[in-house]
T-cell receptor, first 117, second 113 residues
Framework: AQKVTQAQTEISVVEKEDVTLDCVYE???????LFWYKQPPSGELVFLIR??????QNEISGRYSWNFQKSTSSFNFTITASQVVDSAVYFC??????????????FGSGTRLLVRP | KAGVTQTPRYLIKTRGQQVTLSCSPI?????VSWYQQTPGQGLQFLFE???????NKGNFPGRFSGRQFSNSRSEMNVSTLELGDSALYLC????????????FGPGTRLTVL
């Protein structure tokens, strides 16, 4: 069965600190897709990144970076030099490859990040 | 390009009533998915529609239903509301395939009294 675990319920850091959000997933499929979303207080989920199971290359986008390791079934997210605007709930999600191409995102429980000035 | 829009943004109903929520996807997107978010259960998949057909369904009772129109707009309906149906209902649109990113709307906050 598919499962996404975000063990960190809440993280609090001081501005400019680096912070890593952990994500561990379970799937029996060899082809799958991993996502990170940000949910600010407004409630709307904002797409951050997608990674497919064949692409283990780490990615950096500005202050954001992602580390995908199939060997440990992890897809961790690091924010460098955090800012107050990074305060939000972050969700990791999994989508399996389906014959009918249909969608079904399985979300983790989310990590609430609080960045204090 | 306009984003995903959902109406209404807030709704208050009483137990036993029914409710219809609406979602307009991003222009050109043919897939619309619905999710329920509650503090206890988190984000849970309800169903997905593509070209007016339900393509996938989560583990929710039959009181939850949906449909998609030819212009890709979608509605979801909840009949015989229960207190536990109070949640943020999020709609997401995407192009076509499961690897495409889903873009979410602002959600409809439903409160059942």
């Amino acid at each position: 069965a598919q499962k996404v675990t975000q063990a960190q319920t809440e993280i609090s850091v001081v501005e400019k600190e680096d912070v890593t959000l952990d994500c561990v997933y379970e799937t029996r499929d060899t082809t799958y897709y991993l996502f990170w979303y940000k949910q600010p207080p407004s409630g709307e989920l904002v797409f951050l990144i997608r990674r497919n199971s064949f692409d283990e290359q780490n990615e950096i986008s500005g202050r954001y970076s992602w580390n995908f390791q199939k060997s440990t079934s992890s897809f961790n997210f690091t924010i460098t030099a955090s800012q107050v605007v990074d305060s939000a709930v972050y969700f990791c999600a999994l989508s399996e490859d389906r014959k009918d191409s249909s969608y079904k995102l399985i979300f983790g429980s989310g990590t609430r990040l609080l960045v204090r000035p | 390009k306009a984003g995903v829009t959902q109406t209404p943004r807030y709704l208050i109903k009483t137990r036993g009533q029914q409710v219809t929520l609406s979602c307009s996807p991003i222009s050109g997107h043919r897939s619309v998915s619905w999710y329920q978010q509650t503090p206890g259960q988190g984000l849970q998949f309800l169903f997905e529609y593509f070209s007016e057909t339900q393509r996938n369904k989560g583990n929710f009772p039959g009181r939850f239903s949906g449909r998609q129109f030819s212009n890709s707009r979608s509605e979801m309906n909840v009949s015989t509301l229960e207190l536990g149906d109070s949640a943020l209902y999020l709609c997401a649109s995407s192009l076509e395939r499961e690897e495409d990113e889903q873009f979410f709307g602002p959600g409809t906050r439903l409160t059942v009294l």
